[in-house]
């Protein structure tokens, strides 16, 4: 109920004056609103209208990696141009941008035989994306990842502090308080096991770099003819291909009480189309032992980066809070199974 009122709330802030297809040469006879996005019928075809909030050189990093991958991946988004060549059009001081729309249905986490898909896709994604380079330097992360980990300690103690001045807690205040140190402890032991690691050794060998698309939630991953596509790279980077494998693992287990059959089965798709040193698996394991859900919640919550109710965000870390012990023994098991 939350996210779909909040979709409205994005979707309010769109133009849809014809003038703005009048610039991409397109005739519209439906639209639709999907999420974030509208999903458009035109004389073309079905296209999607997105709104843009980030700079023209992000787009521009976005076309390029999108150019890029086709090569040997054509399974991502298509821009549509518009009738000066652009990817996008400026109107009423506002960036949109239209996409080909990509067929398919979104990815069941549950179901054995779409994570195997998409874990497969995803290792094709980053084949093909392996070599790419950018001018855009701050979306190199490769190299900076315990400087984070590190910039996220501060910050959690910094939302302690903030907690514990509240002279009237809320219920929130109190459960962060009781779970905080445990919470730090394990983003410590997160640091230092990337300090151990072979971490900064392998962000200078460039096969295990990739593009990384970054948000690889259920809706992103498009299932067709026994095939991932993926959608919105709104937040790609070029880092270590196990950030976004890290990142893909998360989205899957935080539902399925953590479990250690699904991160098998994600990482046997990924090897099916592409490689994963031991080194890898190490650095993987660091990062999955951050617990990225915690400080997530605790951070939405304590700086309000979310427009929610109280009521949303106390819900939200009772869940997490809850699968506390679920979380430790899947790294128990991952470190005694999976690190050889």
């Given at each position: 109920?939350i996210?779909?009122?909040?979709?409205?709330?994005?979707?309010?802030?769109?133009?849809?004056?014809?003038?703005?297809?009048?610039?991409?040469?397109?005739?519209?006879?439906?639209?639709?609103?999907?999420?974030?996005?509208?999903?458009?019928?035109?004389?073309?075809g079905?296209?999607?209208l997105?709104?843009?909030?980030?700079?023209?050189?992000?787009?521009?990093?976005?076309d390029?990696?999108?150019?890029?991958?086709?090569?040997?991946?054509?399974?991502?988004?298509?821009?549509?141009?518009?009738?000066?060549?652009?990817?996008?059009?400026?109107?009423?001081?506002?960036?949109?941008?239209?996409?080909?729309?990509?067929?398919?249905?979104?990815?069941?986490?549950?179901?054995?035989?779409?994570?195997?898909?998409?874990?497969?896709?995803?290792?094709?994604?980053?084949?093909?994306?392996?070599?790419?380079?950018?001018?855009?330097?701050?979306?190199y992360?490769?190299?900076?990842?315990?400087?984070?980990?590190?910039?996220?300690?501060?910050?959690?103690?910094?939302?302690?502090?903030i907690?514990?001045?509240?002279?009237?807690?809320?219920?929130?205040?109190?459960?962060?308080?009781?779970?905080?140190?445990?919470?730090?402890?394990?983003?410590?032991?997160?640091?230092?096991l990337?300090?151990?690691?072979?971490?900064?050794?392998?962000?200078?060998?460039?096969?295990?770099?990739?593009?990384?698309?970054?948000?690889?939630?259920?809706?992103?991953?498009?299932?067709?003819?026994?095939?991932?596509?993926?959608?919105?790279?709104?937040?790609?980077?070029?880092?270590?291909?196990?950030?976004?494998?890290?990142?893909?693992?998360?989205?899957?287990i935080?539902?399925?009480?953590?479990?250690?059959?699904?991160?098998?089965?994600?990482?046997?798709?990924?090897?099916?189309?592409?490689?994963?040193?031991?080194?890898?698996?190490?650095?993987?394991?660091?990062m999955?032992?951050?617990?990225?859900?915690?400080?997530?919640?605790?951070?939405?919550?304590?700086?309000?980066?979310?427009?929610?109710?109280?009521?949303?965000?106390?819900?939200?870390l009772?869940?997490?809070?809850?699968?506390?012990?679920?979380?430790?023994?899947?790294?128990?098991?991952?470190?005694?199974?999976?690190?050889?």
């Open positions: 109920m996210d779909r009122y909040g979709e409205k709330k994005y979707l309010a802030k769109y133009d849809l004056c014809v003038e703005i297809f009048d610039r991409f040469d397109l005739e519209i006879s439906d639209i639709v609103p999907i999420r974030n996005v509208y999903m458009v019928s035109t004389n073309r079905e296209k999607i997105k709104r843009v909030e980030y700079t023209l050189d992000e787009l521009k990093f976005i390029e990696i999108l150019t890029y991958v086709k090569n040997k991946f054509p399974r991502v988004v298509n821009f549509v141009k518009n009738k000066k060549g652009d990817i996008y059009t400026i109107w009423e001081g506002e960036m949109y941008c239209i996409m080909d729309m990509v067929q398919g249905k979104e990815c069941n986490f549950s179901n054995p035989v779409d994570l195997n898909t998409a874990s497969e896709g995803l290792g094709e994604f980053h084949l093909a994306s392996e070599g790419f380079k950018s001018n855009m330097n701050n979306k992360n490769n190299g900076r990842l315990i400087d984070v980990f590190k910039r996220r300690i501060q910050e959690m103690d910094f939302f302690v502090n907690a514990n001045i509240h002279e009237k807690k809320t219920e929130f205040d109190e459960i962060f308080i009781k779970n905080s140190r445990h919470y730090i402890r394990e983003i410590k032991k997160s640091e230092m990337l300090e151990k690691s072979c971490y900064y050794k392998l962000c200078s060998e460039e096969d295990k770099i990739a593009v990384c698309h970054h948000d690889l939630a259920y809706h992103n991953i498009l299932i067709n003819d026994g095939k991932a596509y993926f959608v919105d790279f709104d937040y790609a980077i070029i880092d270590l291909k196990v950030h976004d494998l890290c990142n893909f693992i998360n989205k899957v935080k539902n399925f009480a953590f479990d250690m059959d699904k991160t098998r089965l994600i990482i046997k798709g990924y090897c099916h189309k592409n490689t994963l040193s031991n080194r890898e698996l190490e650095v993987l394991y660091a999955l032992s951050f617990p990225n859900d915690f400080y997530t919640i605790s951070k939405d919550y304590y700086t309000r980066r979310k427009d929610w109710e109280e009521g949303v965000f106390l819900d939200r009772k869940r997490k809070v809850r699968y506390k012990e679920d979380r430790l023994e899947f790294l128990e098991e991952f470190k005694d199974t999976v690190l050889k």
